[in-house]
């Protein structure tokens, strides 16, 4: 059995958070897929909120470096790139380690456009991208309800929590 050491645990948890400010005009990229609606999300890469949590909390949950020192903002490289990118990084450190996700679970926090209707398709992107099945992963979608800098709409914000255990 490949192990990482003696004292690694059988399983292991990562949690991952990230915001993006939102800009007039659409769509906005979430989990993979291109919402359509009045606002974009700003940012150096595609700006999407749902793959950069669920990237930050696979790397989290093995102790790698998170998304922002892994992908730094100042590479050119960066720019615009396809957020797709970041989580297949996040999956082979993870394999790298010998660990593989148990599940995913997952919220966005967005007062507009819906998200509920693409959920089933970013679960189907995320479960290719991470190779896993798509009831690995839960996604539910809350509005600010009007509150705050998301229920105004200024921002969108989304938060991931992975099991993973050995393999
Ligand atoms: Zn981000």
Redesign the pocket.
């Known amino acids: 059995m490949n192990s990482p050491s003696k004292t690694s645990p059988p399983i292991r948890i990562g949690l991952g958070y990230?915001?993006?400010r939102l800009g007039r005009g659409g769509p906005v990229r979430v989990g993979g897929v291109d919402i359509p609606g009045d606002v974009h999300a700003i940012?150096h890469?595609d700006?999407?909120?749902l793959l950069?949590a669920i990237t930050d909390a696979i790397l989290g949950s093995v102790c790698e470096q998170d998304?922002g020192r892994l992908f730094p903002n100042t590479d050119p490289d960066n720019r615009d790139r396809d957020?797709v990118d970041f989580l297949r990084e996040a999956i082979s450190r993870l394999h790298g380690k010998h660990y593989a996700i148990g599940n995913l679970d997952c919220v966005i926090l967005a007062e507009a456009p819906k998200m509920a209707p693409h959920i089933d398709v970013m679960r189907s992107v995320i479960a290719e991208t991470l190779g896993i099945e798509v009831d690995q992963i839960s996604i539910k979608a809350k509005s600010g309800e009007g509150v705050g800098e998301i229920g105004s709409g200024l921002s969108i914000a989304a938060r991931a929590v992975v099991l993973v255990h050995k393999v």
């Open positions: 990230d915001s993006h940012g890469s700006a999407d909120v950069h998304i957020s």
